[in-house]
């Protein structure tokens, strides 16, 4: 049993659309999150969630809306989609403030031509 | 940037040889954390060493922390074929619940 499972895996789709990645985890935690993994390997994050409010964000483009329908659920929504939007993107969750450990799920690879 | 930084950014060895990564940070911390990501897979929690501790240990794991410096490494003892993957540090910073990652060193072990 998948404990963070983000779908699509692979995504490619040409600029200017908007696409969606869906986020869900069954470990009963509190926070969810966003990362954005470059063709560097660089990770940043993008967004947190907290019991399904924004927390955390991380001076990125408007484009880029999250949401958050339950705790169990965190999607991202990409309009107008642009080149260097193309990156893999990891979902994550914790627990709660006092349990360190975040769990990713498998990522989604996303490309734009 | 807020990224800490880690090196070397690409370490090869072979089995058996002991891999040593370092990371640096730029702020204060609650703690320090390294995950591993294999190739086309998500990161994979590793182990966490807080801000009050000097150094922890978990089966083949040595990791150590100078809050002065700024500063955390990881040690891997006897290396395997099998860890071959990029390792990352994080940091929890002081009263928020940012966790920001370092860039990653690419270990590669050979049989």
């Known amino acids: 049993d998948t404990a963070v499972s983000q779908t699509p895996k692979y995504l490619v789709t040409q600029m200017g659309n908007d696409k969606s990645i869906k986020c869900e985890q069954n470990?009963?935690?509190?926070?969810m999150y966003w990362y954005k993994q470059d063709s560097k390997k660089f990770l940043k994050i993008m967004f947190s969630?907290?019991?399904?409010?924004?927390?955390i964000n991380e001076t990125v483009p408007n484009r880029f809306s999250p949401k958050s329908p339950d705790k169990a659920h965190l999607n991202l929504h990409i309009n107008s989609l642009e080149l260097g939007d193309s990156a893999v993107y990891f979902c994550?969750?914790?627990?709660?403030?006092?349990?360190?450990?975040?769990?990713f799920g498998e990522g989604s690879w996303l490309t734009v031509v | 940037s807020q990224q800490g930084e880690e090196d070397p950014q690409a370490l090869s060895i072979q089995e058996g040889e002991n891999a040593t990564m370092n990371c640096s940070y730029k702020?204060?911390?609650?703690?320090l954390q390294w995950y591993r990501q294999n190739s086309g897979r998500g990161l994979v929690h590793l182990i966490l060493?807080?801000?009050?501790?000097r150094e922890k240990h978990s089966g083949r794991l040595r990791v150590t922390l100078d809050t002065s410096k700024k500063s955390s490494s990881l040690l891997i003892t006897a290396s395997r074929a099998a860890d071959t993957a990029s390792y990352f540090c994080?940091?929890?910073?002081?009263?928020?619940?940012?966790?920001?990652f370092g860039t990653g060193t690419r270990l590669q072990v050979f049989p």
């Open positions: 994550a969750s914790r627990r709660g403030y006092e349990e360190n450990t975040i769990y």
């Open positions: 470990l009963g935690h509190d926070t």
């Open positions: 969630y907290n019991n399904k409010e924004l927390i």
């Open positions: 702020t204060s911390i609650n703690n």
């Open positions: 060493i807080r801000s009050n501790e």
């Open positions: 994080a940091t929890v910073w002081i009263n928020t619940d940012k966790l920001i």
